[in-house]
Structures are given as C-alpha cells and as structure tokens.
DNA sequence: TTCCTTGCAAATACTTTGCAGACTG
DNA sequence: CAGTCTGCAAAGTATTTGCAAGGAA
C-alpha cells in the first residue's frame, strides 16, 4: 500500500510523509468509519505526534487523491472517513444507542437513479443512504 | 394553521408566540428545507426583527413537537428544516452547481427496511436518502 | 535548495448555553 | 403573578486558514 500511496501522491506533485502513512495505516486497520478527532486519538494513542490541524489536512488530501471516502451518518453533525481501496461501493447502519456502525454489502440504488433523473431531470452524481436504529445489544 | 400549532405548545407547556409564529410562516411558505441562517435572513427580509438564537431555539421547539422535520443533505454540514404538515415521508436531490433543492416523491426503502434489519440484525427506526447532481439549469 | 508539509495560533462556521429582563396566559 | 421566552454575550464543537519553521526529493 505505501508503495501505491507513494505513486499517487507524486502524481499529484506531494510527498510521502510520516502522518500521511499513519493516518492511512489507522484507517485501514478500523472497521468502520472514523471523525477526525476519532483517529486523531487512535494516533495518539499508537504514540504518534501529530496535530489535530495536520489530520484535517492529510483527510484533505486522500480525498482528493481518492484513496478515502468522506461520508456524513444521519444526524451526527461531523463526517467521517473511511479506506476506499479494495472496497465496493457501500452504506452504513448506525446504532442510536452504541454508536456503532455496520456496513451495508446492498445499494438498491442504482436501478433508481435512471428513475429519478427521468423525474428530476437532474443528472445524478451522488447519493447517500444511511440508516440508524437498535443494534441486537441495544434492543 | 395557527389555531392547531397554538393547541400543540399548549398541550407541551408551551406559549404562542410572535417569533414561533414567525418562523413556522416562513416555513410553510418555503419550498424547499431552509437552513437556521436562511430562514433568519428571510425573517429579516420580512422585517421580522428576531434572534439568530431565538430561530436555533424555535426550531428545536417545533422540532420536538413534530411540527417540522430535521434533515441534512449530502456534504452541506449543516442542518435544514421544513414543514411536515400535510406532507409525505419523502426525500431530496440538490443540485451541485446552485444548490437547488427538489422534493423525491418515492421512497424505495420500506421493502428493504426488513430485509436490512434480517442482514445487519438491527432494528431500523429512521433512513436517510439523498441524491445530488446537477440540474437542468446547471447541466 | 526548492517548495511541500507541519505545528501552533487564530479565525470561521454552525450550534448551544447562561443570564437578566420581557412577555404570555 | 408565575413561569416561559427572548436578546445579548459567551462558550462549545467541527473545521479551515495564515505563517514561519521543518523536512522530503
């Protein structure tokens, strides 16, 4: 991955450094979804020195290179971040008591976005769909 | 209207008043879902004199009496909100060039709603879906 | 040596809270 | 009159920006 991480980010005419392969690195290793102050404590606690400031901007970055996806959970008011390589496109269910997050392997939506841009006369680009409710602990 | 959203603040405790009023107007006469600050300024232009605050904590009011729903739309990190009298569960699609808001009249998702819960093991109490693209103006 | 990156401080955007005075019922 | 509601100021949270020092190529 560092290898991959590398090309792109010289491509792009940026630089390898320390806090972009430590944020990569804790997003690859997280199941779900992270905030930024989540993995800014995830890298603290793997004792890794790095702003808050610097975490925000590395986000910035593989976003744009494509190698993250930002994504926001029904009425949580902050985005959070997740690894994009290697995975189909996807949704997430939260817990409203937990918090946690579970991935969803279906997207319905494709058959509908022909529908809606017929309705609409949008072109579509993007959708999101997320779910909350009771996670089997929480019920 | 008024003779109704009276009733529901008195049942709650609650007392009628001119910014409530004011508020659910604006509301009611919008199209589309206003964020806190577009519906203050369109206070303002209706020389309604009113807190940026006073709107925050109206909202919340006629929030929890169910007067009005809560909702966010893809990427835009803020809040939005709009009437729900007379109004069907629906979603939205916003447009990426002027950021135009239209109504989805369907929603697809009851009939997945069973088989996410049979999937992910939880109980699914809400669903967010919102699509966004470009419209025809902006295409 | 170039110029991209970082940390620190500060600014910005959205939203919430504290408190004393104003108003509804 | 009691208790809710409002405006103003300030605080809180998430995120962005400015700038000088640090570091990758």
Redesign the pocket.
Known sequence: MAVKL?DE??A?????????QAVLEVLEQCQYPL???ELYQQLQEHHV?????????????LKELGLITQLELHQE???RYEIREGREHHHHIRCQGCGKIADLLLCPLKKLTAFIEKETRFIVEHHSLEFSGWCPKCQ
């Open positions: 590398k980010l010289k792009a005419g940026r630089r390898l450094t320390r806090p972009r905030t930024a102050s020195s790095i702003d808050l400031v610097t975490v925000y901007r590395t986000l910035t970055v008011g902050q985005f």
